[in-house]
């Protein structure tokens, strides 16, 4: 059976040895690649590469060009295409030189952020000064929980002051992307900015994690879902819900797995984790209403 592997984060990978192989020197048949992330071509734009092995009809070339026929535009988008071949050109090129630089700038930055109260690394003991295989440097991970403040409250903080957009925040953490080419002058200011924000806004205590109640990966399916999406529904009070059949799917980002679908009965657990999640300053992905005050519920017949 051949093994494709969904590398969208990784498209600079095999480019330096402080990073990961990538998944086709490991053996894959077939990987993808979001070459804008990172690698620098225009958004949108990405890559799929098929593997030359020992056995080439374990993915054969013919039936995969004919699915990309079929799927694609008839007007292709020659600036998507040539800022994926301008990527290419400059990872094979400089790709080794700027992943160096990046990473200097990036030991430089994690130095700083080691001597700010409040915060740690997460990977602070595992990872040494260009990383250890199998993690991409190029990612910082930051717990902020020691601050008092969730990630969602640094992140805002940060955007609204210095006009840094974090990659992701959560409640107890924050994620720093790094991309190439980054300078250590640019990186320490960033350092800088985290720790100014860290000074004005922390307040004592200790933020705890939000973590799911597993009653969320078992919720009663009551009606299909298909039957629950399409069906005539009504919007109720939260907390008005409890024991209703929900028609809306509703996930946090991150970590993007849906906590609720449709057609599942809504239980009390759940609810108040996604209360939780919405009071923290998460997103709620599919929700009809951010704030998750209301909810939309299959009408019930009398």
Sequence with gaps: MPLVVDQAWGPHFGFHEALPPTALSQGADAMVTSTHKIAGSLTQSAMLHVGNR???????????????????STSPSSLLLA???????????????????TLEAIDVARTKLLTIDGIALVDASVVGRFGVAGYDPL?????????????????????????VHLEMPTQ?????VVGLGE??????????????????????GTTAAIVGPLTTLHNDMAVAPRDAFLGEAEVLAVDAAVG???????????PGIPAL?????????????????????ARLHGASDPQFRTITVLRERS
């Design 172 to 176: 107890a953490t924050i994620v720093l």
């Design 83 to 101: 800022s994926l071949d301008s990527a290419r050109r400059q990872l094979v090129l400089h790709g080794e030189q700027l992943l160096h630089e």
């Design 54 to 72: 020992a056995d080439p009809g374990r993915i054969e070339l013919g039936p995969v060009a004919r699915a990309i026929r079929l799927l694609r």
């Design 261 to 281: 679908l449709p057609g599942e009965r809504l239980s009390p657990e759940t609810l108040a984790y996604l209360r939780q999640l919405a009071a923290g300053g």
């Design 139 to 163: 990612r910082i991970v930051v717990d902020v929980r020691g601050t008092g403040r969730t990630g969602y409250e640094i992140a805002d903080a940060l955007r609204r002051s210095y006009d």
């Design 244 to 254: 209703r059949i929900s028609c809306e799917a509703i996930a946090s980002y991150p």
């Design 183 to 204: 300078s250590v002058a640019a990186l320490k200011r960033l350092a800088g900015d985290i720790e100014e924000t860290v000074k004005r806004v922390a307040r004592p």
